[in-house]
């Protein structure tokens, strides 16, 4: 092989090196992002003129992360909680993140972790649903649709309270 040749052969192989990078590397980021898996989201009826709602969900992710926070159109302030015994009574507590460990399903659920909506712009009502954006230390925004139950339905996930 020539000189000219091998030239070539060198300029052809970079040339497809860097279109490979130049495909694969944005797929391998998409990869990573939203593989966070949000099943189940939901909120009840908020009857009334009630003012505030609580979001419950199962999240998933395949590698350690954080649920940083959450927002939703549909209110003007979204916090993350949790319920806790205090001196015997049961209150609600500012969560700054939910911990989501490696391939180990985490419930929001009406008797621990949730997300809260304040003050909310209207009220929500059965079978209607809404977006929420989560947002993960890790992972990323993810949109989710909140499902809207009635008042007394039963949850449409297993081993969540009322």
């Not at 391998?28 to 419950?56: I, L, P």
């Not at 001196?87 to 621990?112: E, Q, T, W």
Request: aromatic share 6%.
């Amino acid at each position: 092989m020539s000189r000219n040749e091998a030239v070539k052969w060198r300029g052809v192989f970079v040339v497809r090196l860097w279109a490979a990078l130049v495909f694969v590397l944005p797929l391998m980021a998409c990869a990573q992002r939203g593989e966070v898996e949000v099943a189940d989201a939901w909120a009840r009826d908020s009857v009334g003129r009630t003012a505030s709602a609580a979001v419950f969900m199962t999240i998933t992710s395949p590698r350690a992360d954080r649920l940083l926070g959450a927002s939703a159109a549909i209110a003007k302030e979204t916090d993350l909680m949790t319920m806790e015994a205090s001196d015997g009574a049961m209150g609600m507590a500012y969560l700054a993140a939910i911990d989501l460990p490696a391939d180990a399903p985490v419930s929001l659920n009406a008797s621990g972790l949730h997300v809260w909506l304040a003050d909310l712009k209207r009220p929500l009502r059965t079978g209607e649903t809404f977006p929420l954006v989560l947002t993960f230390e890790k992972a990323g925004e993810q949109r989710v649709e909140v499902s809207v139950i009635a008042p007394a339905a039963k949850p449409p996930m297993s081993g969540v309270g009322t």
